[in-house]
């Protein structure tokens, strides 16, 4: 979301909700954002993996956890809540671990040091295992990643896209897996130059960025791209949230059109 990032690393303005919860008010629920990063705290892999028979009780645990800390609604609420949180995970867990079976040995993290555009990029790409002869990284996330239509969404594959360009720029030969809610997906090894094009590409949109934000809307431009509707993908329509919803982008453009004119579009989608 260039908009958003120009706003929070260049003008240092972040717009906060402003119904906020008072100290001695309790939830009676979780938004999405509050189930969003709750799941992915109960999916967490660090530390020693569990067996997959021992998959809901792991999970009943951290759930637990996170009731005792309070973050989860208080009483027969909180408890419904805890229940449903683990039964949606208990079948992403469970494709994780086996699929983790396929890849038993760890693998070392993969050092990424490229210069693109005249721009060092340093990182590492960790989470990968072995099976002696396929190097792969294994990821689970909480939500769906597939559409009404059962194709891949993508929005939700941002950051896995990521990781492959990173990894077929440093010309290693890595697959990727991503465990949803709903489906595995797999990517294949990128062909290095390819990928150091693309990064190259993207580090220099995201220069121009710094400057001036860019007119971008993620799920919008993957509307545009897919020969959908960005329109109402950008502006919402009936009990439908869109994307101008977001403050940082109904500051600069308040609606479709405004985003549409403003020279670069679609181009940049």
């Given amino acids: 979301q260039p908009a958003r990032y120009f ?5 240092a303005v972040n717009f906060n909700d402003l119904e906020v919860v008072g100290e001695d008010e309790e939830p009676f629920a979780l938004d999405a954002l509050e189930r969003y990063f709750l799941e992915d705290s109960l999916l967490d892999d660090a530390g020693t993996l569990e067996e997959i028979g021992e998959v809901r009780a792991t999970l009943d645990a951290r759930a637990e956890r996170l009731a005792r800390e309070g973050v989860l609604p208080i009483g027969l609420v909180g408890r419904q809540w805890q229940q449903q949180l683990v039964d949606g995970l208990v079948p992403v867990r469970t494709a994780w671990l086996k699929l983790g079976a396929r890849f038993p040995q760890a693998a070392p993290k993969l050092a990424v040091g490229l210069e693109l555009d005249g721009l060092q990029l340093d990182d590492w790409i960790d989470r ?3 099976n002696g002869e396929q190097t792969a990284w294994l990821m689970q996330i909480s ?3 597939l559409d009404k239509a059962g194709k891949p969404r993508g929005d939700k ?4 896209w990521l990781r492959q360009l990173a990894a077929g720029a440093t010309e290693a030969n890595v697959s990727g897996y991503l465990v949803a809610r709903d489906a595995v997906v797999t990517m294949a090894p990128l062909e290095s130059a390819q990928a150091c094009d693309e990064l190259a590409n993207l580090v220099r949109l995201w220069r121009r960025n710094l400057d001036a934000p860019l007119p971008l809307a993620c799920k ?9 509707d960005p329109r109402t ?3 919402g329509g009936f009990e439908l949230s869109g994307e101008v919803d977001d403050p940082c982008l109904a500051r600069l453009w308040p609606d479709f059109a405004a985003l549409a ?3 670069e579009w679609p181009a940049l989608a």
């Fill in 233 to 235: 993908v950008y502006e």
């Fill in 128 to 130: 990968l295992r072995s």
């Fill in 220 to 228: 919008t431009a993957l509307a545009q791209l897919n020969e959908g």
């Fill in 261 to 263: 004119s403003s020279g």
């Fill in 143 to 145: 939500s769906k990643v």
């Fill in 157 to 160: 594959l941002i950051v896995p």
């Fill in 7 to 11: 706003f929070r690393r260049r003008l």
